[in-house]
Structure formats: C-alpha cells, structure tokens
Nanobody, 115 residues
Framework: QVQLVESGGGLVQPGGSLRLSCAASRSIFSLSVMGWYRQAPGKQRELVARITSGGTTNYLDSVKGRFTISRDNVKNTAYLQMNSLKPEDTAVYYC?????????WGQGTQVTVSS
C-alpha cells in the first residue's frame, strides 16, 4: 500500500529551481515529522530538511538559504522548494514521514543538476 507519493524531480541546469511534492495519507501525515532525504551514487543517504507538525524546520548546512521545506496540513502534502541548484545537489530525493518513531518512505524521485 503506497502511502507517500513524491513528484517534481527532473533535470535542471545549475542555478535553476525545482519543487518536490510528497502527498501522504491523512493517517500518516497528521502529527508526523516530514523530511526530505537524498542519496547520491556511492554516498550514504542524508537528511536534507525536515519540518515538524508545528512548523519547526531544520536544514542540512549545505542547503541553508537555498532550499525551503513546507507542509500543507489540509492537503496532507509536504514540499521542498529548491533554488540555486548546484551539480552536487544531484541525487535521488526521498520523502520521509516519522510518526511516533515509525518511519514511512516514498519511492524516491531523481533530481539531476547539469548543464
């Protein structure tokens, strides 16, 4: 049963922007900490940004000032707005929901930053 559905990845030139979306089932989204992780080839998965149900956010240092995480508690959707993209942002991006210690993952969406 698919519970997190991501969209919005693709190919973009350096300096460009993309917005990722993660639609969740209502039972998962409410009270969950929503996060975006990424994994580049040959590297470990890392946390990019997360947002609590109350709106508190945290970011990976390398994306601060460029990426913005948000959530719509009516649409049960989390977003990651990515601006000023760099080639080193290239990775598969995964949506995560953590609810009471239980993790749910999306299928991943590829983001490629290249000229």
């Amino acid at each position: 049963q698919v519970q997190l559905v991501e969209s919005g990845g693709g190919l973009v030139q350096p300096g460009g922007s993309l917005r990722l979306s993660c639609a969740a089932s209502r039972s998962i989204f409410s009270l969950s900490v929503m996060g975006w992780y990424r994994q580049a080839p040959g590297k470990q998965r890392e946390l990019v940004a997360r947002i609590t149900s109350g709106g508190t956010t945290n970011y990976l240092d390398s994306v601060k000032g460029r990426f913005t995480i948000s959530r719509d508690n009516v649409k049960n959707t989390a977003y990651l707005q990515m601006n000023s993209l760099k080639p080193e942002d290239t990775a598969v991006y995964y949506c995560n929901a953590n609810k009471l210690g239980v993790n749910y993952w999306g299928q991943g969406t590829q983001v490629t930053v290249s000229s």
